[in-house]
């Protein structure tokens, strides 16, 4: 399924041409620029409208098929009992924003934002730098407490499936904080005022965009990464993409005994750029890692989780490190996941985010690895992922 076909589904018209039919449209089936605005709203959840007269809250939810919760949501500075004619108001449409049934490409990512951000003010969208192409890097906090913690997705290309995982979450969260209700049992309210959470759905946004299709071939970066994935000919291409787009695997590529990864990996014969396991020329060489990092002392959170897809596990140490109770709170992710805590391998035991904010702070950091199989996973997983990590995500920010 393409972007337009999630729209177009949304809306309830059976294909293009008939969605362009009913917004009074040629019905020519193409996407032209007129038919991409009309489509936008099912993409984004919310549309602009202007009160006409006779409204009120009850009247716009209904013809829009949401509630008056969520008009009240939407706009907060604007007083439901003094609504005047041609004022403008964000009205959120019937249906969750994140979708789970099409690959997340960096453009789907922004429009996701783009409708979060509109159907709940509270949430704080920034930028927290640019990927090695240009893509800006999305930061999203939510939360009004001292507590502060961290939530990081997609390090790895093919690893995107851990992008909606915390977009679906974000967007249960919100929704949970504005109806005073509930989130794994916890009052979401509650945790609004105990926790700041600070996400970045995607960490490597160039990367993911060659796995999902969002890069075409012949764009610049597609045609550099196929080039790098010469170097390893028995590498899928682009399946097995794990690096950003300079080659550089970005989970490999922190300050954390770093020359023993280089080692590692040099050893086993990723010595040059490519799709995976190239810790790069330096530490932080590369511009998402760095980020990160400058994220990390910005916020200095006491709590990271790292999601990753290799094969239902919770990896909590670095080296010997084991930071005061991130036993005992990593027992209580595997317990409500039924994943299994464990000891990194020696072999990948080096230079990833987690080790370096364990070996630098001393605080739990987790490296979450979800589902099982051959990356990029199906999305026929992402319904039992996100059940299964619904109570850690929730949990890091009640006990974080
Ligand atoms: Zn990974």
């Given amino acids: 399924m393409e972007l337009y076909e999630l729209a177009v589904k949304r809306a309830g018209a059976p294909n293009l041409a008939e969605f362009q039919r009913r917004e009074g449209l040629p019905p020519t089936g193409r996407l032209d620029g007129a038919a991409w605005a009309a489509l936008l709203p099912w993409l984004t959840g919310y549309r602009s409208y202007r009160v006409a007269p006779g409204d009120n809250y009850s009247r716009i939810a209904a013809r829009f098929g949401t509630t008056v919760r969520a008009l009240i949501t939407a706009n907060p500075n604007q007083d439901p009992l003094r609504l005047y004619v041609n004022q403008l108001l964000t009205v959120p449409l019937g249906f969750d924003v994140v979708p789970t049934d099409l690959p997340f490409t960096y453009e789907l990512l922004t429009l996701c934002l783009e409708g979060l951000a509109a159907r709940y003010p509270f949430l704080t969208i920034r930028n927290i730098g640019e990927s090695a192409y240009g893509r800006k890097l999305p930061q999203i906090a939510v939360g009004l407490g001292p507590r502060r913690v961290l939530y990081n997705a997609s390090h790895h290309a093919n690893e995107w499936i851990t992008t909606p995982l915390l977009l679906k979450f974000l967007e249960a969260y919100a929704r949970a904080v504005s109806e005073n209700g509930k989130l794994f049992g916890f009052s979401a309210q509650a945790l609004y005022q105990r926790a700041t959470l600070h996400l970045v759905p995607m960490v490597n946004p160039d990367g993911v965009d060659l796995v999902t299709g969002g890069l075409g071939e012949g764009d ?95 990896y909590w140490k670095f080296g010997n490190l084991e930071p005061a109770g991130a036993r005992e709170l990593g027992e209580r992710f595997a317990a409500v996941s039924g994943y299994t805590l464990e000891d990194v391998p020696f072999a990948s035991g080096f230079a990833g985010y987690k080790d370096w904010f364990i070996l630098t702070r001393d605080r739990p950091g987790y490296t979450v690895e979800v589902g099982a199989g051959e990356n990029p996973l199906p999305l026929s997983q992402f319904n039992e992922i996100y059940t299964r990590n619904l109570g850690i995500l929730t949990l890091g920010l009640a006990e974080g």
């Fill in 220 to 314: 610049p970066g597609w045609t550099e990464a196929r080039r790098l994935a010469e170097n390893y000919p028995d590498i899928p291409f682009p399946e097995g993409w794990k690096a950003n787009l300079r080659g550089v695997d970005l989970n490999l590529n922190y300050p954390a005994r770093w020359e023993q990864a280089r080692e590692i990996k040099f050893a086993q014969g990723y010595s040059r750029p490519g799709p995976r396991d190239y810790v790069g020329s330096a530490p932080l060489s590369e511009p998402e890692s760095e980020a990160m990092v400058r994220l990390t002392e910005l916020t200095e959170p006491g709590l990271t989780l790292s999601y990753h897809t290799q094969g239902n596990v919770i």
